[in-house]
Structures are given as structure tokens and as C-alpha cells.
């Protein structure tokens, strides 16, 4: 079953950056709309960036808008998550899949922890 590779991930302290990347494949990749959710313990999945096949039309969640930056590269099948001014609160652990997601593609994701 294919599913989504995440990496980038780590432990950074406050106001800092990371980039997280996500190896994509298949048919979910191919043609579709991807996106980032990230998952804290005891909370909903949210989701916080999606990207348009062409790159053109990417959305935030209010929570990161200003502060993360998702884009693709379509000819490597990667996806990306360009995360800057990081808070305490982004805490959580990242996914990317389609967008709508499908089940089967969940992967084990990246943690992202940030400290003050």
C-alpha cells in the first residue's frame, strides 16, 4: 500500500524554522490537490495548508497563515512545508495527503516540537 513518506521534523526552540517534506506517490499525488494536517494528543486532525495541482492556489489555516509556506514539486512528487516563526503551540505531529485525504495514505508522520 502506498502511503506518504514525512520528514523534517525535530525539536526547535521558539521564533525558529523548519521545513518539513513529504515523498508522495501514486495515484493520490498524481493530478490532486495535496495538503498538511498536523495531530496533537486529545485534539482533532487539522488541517492547516493545501495545495492545487499547479501550485497556484495554496490556502491556510488562520492559525499558521503568514508563518508557513506549503509548495509542491511536481517532477520529484514532493511536497513541502516551509514553517517559520514557529510557537509552542504548532506542537504536534505532520502529515501530508490528498486533499480530501484518503485513509489508506496516512503515514507515520514527522514530529514538531517547539519550546520557549
Known amino acids: 500500500q502506498v502511503q506518504a513518506v514525512e520528514s523534517g521534523g525535530g525539536l526547535v526552540q521558539a521564533g525558529g524554522s523548519l521545513r518539513l517534506s513529504c515523498a508522495a506517490s501514486?495515484?493520490?499525488?498524481?493530478?490532486?490537490?495535496m495538503a498538511w494536517f498536523r495531530h496533537t494528543p486529545g485534539q482533532e486532525r487539522e488541517l492547516i495548508a493545501t495545495?492545487?495541482?499547479?501550485?497556484?492556489?495554496?490556502g491556510y489555516a488562520d492559525s499558521v497563515k503568514g508563518r508557513f509556506t506549503i509548495s509542491r514539486d511536481n517532477a520529484k512528487n514532493m511536497l513541502y512545508l516551509q514553517m517559520n516563526s514557529l510557537k509552542p503551540e504548532d506542537t504536534a505531529k505532520y502529515y501530508c495527503?490528498?486533499?480530501?485525504?484518503?485513509?489508506?495514505?496516512w503515514g507515520q508522520g514527522t514530529q514538531v516540537t517547539v519550546v520557549s
Open positions: 495545495i492545487s495541482w499547479s501550485g497556484r492556489s495554496p
Open positions: 501514486g495515484r493520490i499525488f498524481t493530478d490532486s490537490a
Open positions: 495527503n490528498g486533499d480530501p485525504p484518503e485513509e489508506p495514505y
